[in-house]
């Protein structure tokens, strides 16, 4: 990525009348040059009334219950608002990916596919 990067952010509104006077785009300048990038296949979620957390690691055994504890190595913390914000931008990203590759299943059980002996 470049090291300052343009995203639109569409600001939120009360009302529709405010939504469309505020449809236009908005340009924030992001600066990544800092950033670090991990894998992660397991995620927690827990939270309070103030604050979601998110916790980010790899399950090297993702059939079945894993022997060993999972290691646990990112945690993002987010307001409500923030994480609504997250939500709706990972469920329109998740839409696109499906409406190209089709529905993508989560439960691993269903995805895995038992070779029968020949």
């Given at each position: 990525?470049?090291?300052?990067?343009?995203?639109?952010?569409?600001?939120?509104?009360?009302?529709?009348?405010?939504?469309?006077?505020?449809?236009?785009?908005?340009?924030?300048?992001?600066?990544?040059?800092?950033?670090?990038?991990?894998?992660?296949?397991?995620?927690?979620?827990?939270?309070?009334?103030?604050?979601?957390?998110?916790?980010?690691?790899?399950?090297?055994?993702?059939?079945?219950?894993?022997?060993?504890?999972?290691?646990?190595?990112?945690?993002v913390?987010l307001?409500?608002?923030?994480?609504?914000?997250?939500?709706?931008?990972?469920?329109?990203?998740?839409?696109?990916?499906?409406?190209?590759?089709?529905?993508?299943?989560?439960?691993?059980?269903?995805?895995?596919?038992?070779?029968?002996?020949?």
């Amino acid at each position: 990525m470049s090291k300052a990067e343009n995203s639109s952010i569409t600001p939120p509104a009360a009302d529709p009348v405010a939504q469309q006077q505020q449809a236009q785009p908005v340009q924030v300048n992001v600066d990544d040059s800092q950033v670090s990038a991990s894998y992660a296949n397991f995620c927690r979620v827990t939270g309070s009334p103030e604050e979601l957390i998110i916790d980010f690691g790899l399950n090297p055994q993702p059939v079945g219950v894993p022997k060993d504890p999972i290691q646990v190595s990112q945690r993002v913390v987010l307001n409500f608002y923030t994480a609504k914000r997250l939500l709706a931008a990972l469920q329109m990203s998740i839409q696109r990916h499906e409406a190209v590759f089709g529905v993508l299943e989560t439960d691993i059980q269903k995805r895995l596919r038992i070779q029968q002996p020949s």
